[in-house]
DNA sequence: AAGATCCGCAACCGCTCCGAC
DNA sequence: GGTCGGAGCGGTTGCGGATCT
């Protein structure tokens, strides 16, 4: 409830123009995806009017980023992202958005849910704040290791069917037109995997890597998305169903929570009291 | 079976930055 | 230099589905 001038408004400024707030309806989307998809995107408040939305540009353009753009991936967050979005978020902290840009088509809202509800979680579940230095070490020594030596065996033991088809009900809104932008399945069998490399530094027990600044940003610009997540996959086009029985990529349940156990999380309390 | 609670995520909000005028 | 509008960012909210009691 507003007030102005002493008189009491029930409307919001939206609300008087007009303009619709809440969840996108489908019409909308394919209206924004038609006119972007002829005109362009940016400009986005006239964007909204030329294109008959009753949206504010803000609106729009994230709906537009965060959902309707044919490069947006879906799905569970693969262990080779949480490892990139653990260490890029100890190298920048909440830089959502340039996190976001080294995982190709997660977006900096959809990295900023996960940290929120999974990394928060077991911060909480730690009684440490997610910001503290104890947090940030238990991550460095024992979550990221953890998670290295899932990708590791996972990498070591798995091959995936790349005859796999996207079925229809796992997306909730189809890219329209990014059929051309599939990986080649092709490249699965012929490129060195920079995540062994990864590993191999991480679990090095000579030079103790772990304790160092290691530069997985730079190193990261070599991955081949087809090769290290499912993302190769994604463009693709595969089979949720069969990544699902693949536990390296979905796991037996939630990713990230798999990653603790007990004895981990009584390990860490011993040390957090220490 | 039904209500309560939890959880994940889409969407919104407020703020800052930046370029055009 | 000041103002304005567009764009982008990080924080927050609220809905809906899942799970628990």
Redesign the pocket.
């Known amino acids: 409830m507003e007030i102005e001038d002493g008189v009491v408004c029930n409307q919001?400024e939206?609300e008087i123009l007009g303009l619709r707030?809440?969840?996108?309806t489908v019409e909308e989307d394919v209206t924004l995806m038609n006119y972007i998809a002829k005109h362009g995107e940016?400009?986005?408040?006239?964007l909204a009017r030329s294109a008959g939305l009753r949206r504010t540009?803000?609106?729009c353009?994230?709906?537009w980023l965060?959902?309707l753009r044919p490069d947006v991936r879906r799905g569970n967050i693969t262990l080779e992202e949480q490892l990139l979005i653990l260490e890029l978020h100890s190298r920048w902290g909440?830089?959502?958005?340039?996190i976001a840009q080294h995982l190709p088509g997660r977006t900096?809202?959809?990295i900023?849910?996960?940290w929120?509800?999974?990394v928060q979680?077991h911060a909480k579940q730690l009684k440490c704040d997610v910001n503290s230095k104890q947090f940030k070490d238990t991550m460095r020594h024992l979550w990221i290791p953890r998670l290295v030596e899932r990708i590791q065996a996972a990498t070591t033991t798995t091959a995936i069917p790349n005859n796999m088809n996207m079925s229809s009900d796992q997306v909730l809104v189809p890219p329209p037109e990014n059929s051309s932008t599939a990986a080649s399945s092709d490249s699965f069998g012929t490129q060195i995997s920079p995540i062994s490399s990864m590993t191999d530094y991480y679990n090095d027990p000579v030079n103790n890597h772990c304790n160092q600044d290691y530069d997985l940003v730079n190193q990261i610009h070599y991955v081949p998305d087809s090769l290290t997540s499912p993302y190769g996959y994604f463009h693709g086009g595969l089979d949720f169903q069969a990544m699902e029985q693949t536990p390296q990529w979905f796991g037996s349940g939630?990713t990230s929570d798999n990653l603790w156990n007990v004895e981990d999380i009584w390990f860490l309390q011993q040390q957090l009291n220490m």
Do not use: A, F, Q, V
Not at 42 to 46: D, E, F, H, M, P
Not at 94 to 98: G, H, L
């Open positions: 919001s939206e707030r809440g969840p996108w940016g400009r986005w408040n006239s540009g803000k609106s353009r994230l709906r965060n959902y909440n830089r959502w958005s340039k900096d809202n959809e900023k849910n996960y929120r509800t999974r979680k939630n």
